[in-house]
Protein backbone atom coordinates (compact mmCIF):
# COMPACT_ATOMS: atom_id res chain seq x y z
CA UNK A 1 0.00 0.00 0.00
CA UNK A 2 1.34 2.95 -1.14
CA UNK A 3 2.09 5.64 1.81
CA UNK A 4 2.60 9.55 1.29
CA UNK A 5 5.80 10.52 3.12
CA UNK A 6 7.57 13.84 3.27
CA UNK A 7 10.56 14.44 3.41
CA UNK A 8 11.77 17.82 5.03
CA UNK A 9 15.60 18.17 3.78
CA UNK A 10 15.57 15.21 1.06
CA UNK A 11 18.24 16.58 -1.24
CA UNK A 12 21.13 15.75 -0.31
CA UNK A 13 22.76 13.09 1.94
CA UNK A 14 20.70 11.19 4.33
CA UNK A 15 17.74 12.43 3.07
CA UNK A 16 18.69 11.81 -0.38
CA UNK A 17 19.35 8.20 0.13
CA UNK A 18 15.67 7.74 1.85
CA UNK A 19 13.80 9.65 -1.24
CA UNK A 20 16.23 7.44 -3.72
CA UNK A 21 14.46 4.27 -1.80
CA UNK A 22 11.21 5.36 -1.56
CA UNK A 23 9.94 6.93 -4.59
CA UNK A 24 8.95 3.99 -6.33
CA UNK A 25 6.68 2.55 -3.93
CA UNK A 26 5.24 5.51 -2.26
CA UNK A 27 4.35 9.47 -2.74
CA UNK A 28 7.27 10.95 -1.73
CA UNK A 29 6.82 14.95 -1.18
CA UNK A 30 10.18 16.74 -0.48
CA UNK A 31 10.99 20.30 0.92
CA UNK A 32 14.41 21.52 0.26
CA UNK A 33 15.70 25.23 -0.71
CA UNK A 34 16.95 23.41 -4.02
CA UNK A 35 16.80 19.91 -6.20
CA UNK A 36 19.12 19.80 -8.34
CA UNK A 37 19.89 16.23 -6.88
CA UNK A 38 16.79 14.80 -7.40
CA UNK A 39 16.96 14.19 -11.01
CA UNK A 40 15.52 11.23 -12.56
CA UNK A 41 13.24 10.27 -9.10
CA UNK A 42 9.68 10.28 -9.00
CA UNK A 43 8.70 12.85 -5.94
CA UNK A 44 6.67 15.99 -5.37
CA UNK A 45 9.07 19.50 -4.81
CA UNK A 46 8.07 22.13 -2.48
CA UNK A 47 10.72 24.62 -2.74
CA UNK A 48 10.99 25.98 1.11
CA UNK A 49 13.81 27.39 3.72
CA UNK A 50 12.56 26.42 6.66
CA UNK A 51 14.74 28.79 8.93
CA UNK A 52 12.90 31.10 7.31
CA UNK A 53 9.29 29.81 6.13
CA UNK A 54 6.17 27.82 7.10
CA UNK A 55 5.39 24.78 5.48
CA UNK A 56 1.69 25.13 3.82
CA UNK A 57 0.08 22.51 4.41
CA UNK A 58 -2.39 22.84 1.46
CA UNK A 59 0.27 21.94 -0.56
CA UNK A 60 0.21 18.03 0.48
CA UNK A 61 -2.05 15.53 0.58
CA UNK A 62 -4.53 15.64 3.36
CA UNK A 63 -3.17 12.35 4.45
CA UNK A 64 0.41 12.22 5.46
CA UNK A 65 1.69 8.81 6.81
CA UNK A 66 5.41 10.03 7.58
CA UNK A 67 7.37 12.91 8.54
CA UNK A 68 11.62 12.88 8.24
CA UNK A 69 13.47 16.12 9.53
CA UNK A 70 16.79 15.81 7.94
CA UNK A 71 18.09 19.23 8.23
CA UNK A 72 21.05 19.90 10.61
CA UNK A 73 24.25 21.45 11.27
CA UNK A 74 27.41 20.38 12.39
CA UNK A 75 29.71 23.07 13.91
CA UNK A 76 32.21 21.86 15.88
CA UNK A 77 34.63 24.62 17.41
CA UNK A 78 35.74 25.49 20.96
CA UNK A 79 33.32 26.91 23.13
CA UNK A 80 35.36 30.00 23.70
CA UNK A 81 35.07 30.26 20.19
CA UNK A 82 31.22 30.00 19.69
CA UNK A 83 29.14 33.57 19.30
CA UNK A 84 25.80 33.17 21.10
CA UNK A 85 24.44 33.77 17.51
CA UNK A 86 25.77 30.34 16.59
CA UNK A 87 23.91 28.54 18.95
CA UNK A 88 20.41 30.69 17.85
CA UNK A 89 21.23 29.78 14.13
CA UNK A 90 22.06 26.32 15.24
CA UNK A 91 18.77 26.21 17.40
CA UNK A 92 16.78 27.54 14.54
CA UNK A 93 17.83 24.64 12.07
CA UNK A 94 17.81 22.08 14.02
CA UNK A 95 14.83 22.33 16.21
CA UNK A 96 12.74 25.43 15.36
CA UNK A 97 12.63 24.29 11.71
CA UNK A 98 11.34 20.66 12.80
CA UNK A 99 9.05 21.89 15.31
CA UNK A 100 7.29 24.37 12.85
CA UNK A 101 7.34 21.65 10.47
CA UNK A 102 5.31 18.99 12.39
CA UNK A 103 3.14 21.75 13.98
CA UNK A 104 2.28 22.68 10.56
CA UNK A 105 1.14 19.26 8.87
CA UNK A 106 0.29 17.55 12.53
CA UNK A 107 -3.47 17.81 11.05
CA UNK A 108 -2.05 16.07 8.00
CA UNK A 109 -0.34 13.33 9.94
CA UNK A 110 -3.22 12.50 12.98
CA UNK A 111 -5.68 11.44 9.47
CA UNK A 112 -3.21 8.64 8.82
CA UNK A 113 -4.34 5.27 10.43
CA UNK A 114 -0.67 5.28 11.92
CA UNK A 115 1.56 7.60 10.97
CA UNK A 116 5.43 7.80 12.13
CA UNK A 117 7.74 11.08 12.57
CA UNK A 118 11.74 10.30 12.47
CA UNK A 119 13.88 12.95 13.88
CA UNK A 120 17.61 12.79 13.78
CA UNK A 121 19.48 13.66 16.85
CA UNK A 122 23.67 12.94 17.68
CA UNK A 123 25.79 10.65 19.18
CA UNK A 124 27.14 13.34 20.83
CA UNK A 125 24.21 14.44 23.28
CA UNK A 126 24.66 11.20 25.63
CA UNK A 127 28.59 10.82 25.10
CA UNK A 128 30.35 14.22 25.77
CA UNK A 129 32.66 15.21 23.03
CA UNK A 130 34.72 18.48 23.15
CA UNK A 131 34.22 20.92 20.63
CA UNK A 132 30.05 19.58 20.18
CA UNK A 133 28.48 22.23 22.47
CA UNK A 134 26.21 23.68 19.56
CA UNK A 135 25.07 20.88 18.08
CA UNK A 136 24.59 18.90 20.97
CA UNK A 137 22.59 21.74 22.81
CA UNK A 138 20.36 21.87 19.76
CA UNK A 139 19.91 17.93 19.21
CA UNK A 140 19.38 17.50 23.25
CA UNK A 141 16.65 19.64 22.25
CA UNK A 142 15.32 17.33 19.60
CA UNK A 143 15.17 14.55 22.10
CA UNK A 144 13.80 16.33 24.50
CA UNK A 145 10.75 16.64 21.86
CA UNK A 146 10.82 13.34 20.67
CA UNK A 147 9.85 11.73 23.64
CA UNK A 148 7.12 14.62 24.84
CA UNK A 149 5.47 14.58 21.55
CA UNK A 150 5.53 10.86 21.44
CA UNK A 151 3.95 10.72 24.50
CA UNK A 152 1.75 13.04 23.37
CA UNK A 153 0.61 11.87 19.86
CA UNK A 154 0.11 8.43 20.98
CA UNK A 155 -1.45 6.11 19.84
CA UNK A 156 -1.75 7.81 16.04
CA UNK A 157 1.47 9.20 15.59
CA UNK A 158 5.03 7.27 16.49
CA UNK A 159 7.83 9.51 17.04
CA UNK A 160 11.19 8.50 17.05
CA UNK A 161 15.16 9.65 16.62
CA UNK A 162 17.96 8.85 15.36
CA UNK A 163 21.20 9.37 16.99
CA UNK A 164 24.36 8.83 14.57
CA UNK A 165 28.01 9.15 14.92
CA UNK A 166 29.82 11.11 11.82
CA UNK A 167 28.66 9.90 8.69
CA UNK A 168 29.83 10.17 4.87
CA UNK A 169 27.69 12.83 3.71
CA UNK A 170 28.10 16.70 2.48
CA UNK A 171 27.27 17.90 5.82
CA UNK A 172 30.21 16.41 7.09
CA UNK A 173 32.97 16.45 4.47
CA UNK A 174 35.27 18.53 5.99
CA UNK A 175 35.64 16.54 8.35
CA UNK A 176 36.37 13.33 6.45
CA UNK A 177 37.93 15.38 3.05
CA UNK A 178 41.44 13.55 3.50
CA UNK A 179 43.22 10.81 4.29
CA UNK A 180 44.19 11.04 7.77
CA UNK A 181 41.32 13.01 8.07
CA UNK A 182 39.21 9.51 7.59
CA UNK A 183 42.07 7.19 9.08
CA UNK A 184 41.24 9.06 12.61
CA UNK A 185 37.44 8.97 12.08
CA UNK A 186 37.43 5.51 11.48
CA UNK A 187 39.78 4.42 14.31
CA UNK A 188 37.31 6.08 17.40
CA UNK A 189 34.77 3.91 16.53
CA UNK A 190 34.50 0.24 17.78
CA UNK A 191 33.19 -1.03 13.88
CA UNK A 192 36.36 1.03 12.16
CA UNK A 193 34.37 2.70 9.48
CA UNK A 194 32.57 5.64 9.61
CA UNK A 195 28.65 5.96 8.71
CA UNK A 196 27.27 5.62 5.16
CA UNK A 197 23.89 7.59 4.52
CA UNK A 198 22.68 4.16 2.88
CA UNK A 199 23.30 2.61 6.36
CA UNK A 200 21.45 5.68 8.60
CA UNK A 201 18.56 5.83 5.70
CA UNK A 202 17.96 1.96 6.33
CA UNK A 203 17.67 2.54 9.78
CA UNK A 204 15.23 6.10 9.53
CA UNK A 205 13.11 3.66 6.33
CA UNK A 206 12.71 0.96 9.15
CA UNK A 207 11.23 3.06 11.71
CA UNK A 208 9.32 5.12 9.05
CA UNK A 209 7.20 2.15 7.78
CA UNK A 210 7.72 -0.29 10.60
CA UNK A 211 6.90 1.69 14.04
CA UNK A 212 3.72 0.89 14.85
CA UNK A 213 4.83 -0.26 18.40
CA UNK A 214 7.93 1.66 18.48
CA UNK A 215 7.80 5.55 19.77
CA UNK A 216 9.70 7.66 22.34
CA UNK A 217 12.90 6.53 21.25
CA UNK A 218 16.77 7.68 20.47
CA UNK A 219 18.24 5.32 18.34
CA UNK A 220 22.24 5.29 18.67
CA UNK A 221 23.36 4.35 15.01
CA UNK A 222 26.76 5.34 15.80
CA UNK A 223 29.41 2.75 15.20
CA UNK A 224 29.86 1.70 18.69
CA UNK A 225 31.42 5.11 19.72
CA UNK A 226 28.45 5.98 22.34
CA UNK A 227 28.39 2.67 24.33
CA UNK A 228 31.63 0.95 23.82
CA UNK A 229 35.50 2.08 25.00
CA UNK A 230 37.91 -0.43 23.28
Known amino acids: MKKNILIIGGSSGIGLEIVKKLNKEHNIFVASRTNESLGGLNYQYIKIDVTKEILDPSILPDTLDGLVYCPGSINLRPFRGLKPETF ?12 KSINAVLKNLNNSQ ?5 LFSTVAV ?3 MPF ?5 VSKGA ?9 AELAPKISVNAVAPSIVNTPLAE ?9 ERAVDRHPLKKVGSAEEISNFTIHLLLNS ?10 DGGIG ?4
Open 132 to 136: HSSVA
Open 114 to 118: QASIV
Open 88 to 99: IEDFNLNVMGAI
Open 126 to 128: QTG
Open 227 to 230: RLKI
Open 142 to 150: IEGLTRSLA
Open 174 to 182: KFLNSESKM
Open 212 to 221: SWITGQIFGV
